[in-house]
């Protein structure tokens, strides 16, 4: 648990105390970080070895654009020295397979699944589904043409009509409102989370941004020190689909919730003032 004393994690490794590093642990002082760093890789080698030998295994990864080095070498190591039925499932960012050209699917034992934009009769489907009603053509459109195939976008423009009241919940169904002059929507997915941020009262504002420095996972009790007196109400950033609970908790006694998306926690930690983000660290 994120809550163990580093004693407890060093007891529970045993043998496999090395691994204790890909946990935040410090190597131990008479060892050279080079054969620090040469163990750490050995070890999980050999752990994904016991993993396959009694069944296939799955690792995933997410996000494998935002990897070090060091950990980009480490999976390149696991695929080659793991004897056994391995599959490494890896998400991210087409730049990643610039600075990796061999990850881009022409190995033997590799393929690369490419994630295309959503066609403009598929957009379409989705809003159907996320708002089963019958929409005015101005905002059918606009939330297709804005969105350009990027299915957060629609999601996230959908619910930016529902916070400005565009898009209503009546009777267990929704009621569509035609879009007035004075309503401006973004044309940038992170315009629209921004703007969607900036509508959120000042106590469930910073809850976000407090949330955002901890990171993608965080922990009610942190955030509400971190806020030194202010109560949010967590159960409305829920309901926006900022965020979302999860069932248990790697903190004792503590709530765990997620970032609905890594791009909504980037929007929120950037639109805390350099100087408030540094003291929230």
């Known amino acids: 648990l994120e809550s163990d ?39 999980w080698v050999d752990f994904l070895e016991e993993l396959v030998a009694d069944q296939p295994a799955v690792v995933l990864m997410e996000d494998l654009h935002w990897g070090e080095e060091a950990l980009l070498d480490l999976l390149e190591a696991g695929l080659q020295d793991v ?39 598929d957009a379409a489907r989705m809003l159907d589904e996320l708002i089963p009603a019958e929409l005015p053509a101005s905002i059918r459109e606009i939330v297709i ?6 299915p957060f976008f629609v999601e996230e423009l959908v619910r930016t009509l529902i916070d400005r009241g565009v898009l209503e919940r009546q009777n267990g169904g929704w009621t569509a409102h035609e879009l007035t002059d004075e309503l401006v929507v973004p044309d940038t997915v992170r315009a629209v989370l921004a703007a969607r941020i900036d509508l959120l009262e000042p106590a469930e504002k910073s809850a976000l941004q407090a949330a955002a420095v901890i990171g993608r996972t965080f922990w009610s009790g942190p955030v509400y020190e971190l806020l030194e ?35 909504t926690r980037e929007v929120a930690y950037e639109s805390l003032p350099t100087a408030k983000r540094a003291r929230l660290h």
């Open 145 to 150: 043409q804005r969105a350009e195939g990027n």
């Open 229 to 263: 007196g202010v109560e949010p109400d967590l159960r409305l950033l829920e309901e926006r689909d900022f965020i979302r609970h999860r069932a248990g908790s790697s903190m004792v006694g503590e709530r765990e919730f997620a970032i609905k998306h890594a791009l």
């Open 5 to 43: 004393a580093p004693e407890t994690v060093r007891r529970r490794l045993g043998n496999r105390e090395i691994l204790g590093l890909t946990l935040g642990l410090e190597a131990p002082s008479d060892l050279h970080p080079l054969a620090a760093r040469d163990r750490l890789r050995q070890a």
């Open 83 to 121: 004897g056994g039925p391995l599959l490494l499932l890896g998400t991210a960012r087409p730049e990643l397979v610039r600075s990796r050209p061999t990850w881009g699917g022409r190995g033997r034992d590799s393929e690369t699944l490419w994630l295309e934009s959503l066609s403009s009769s």
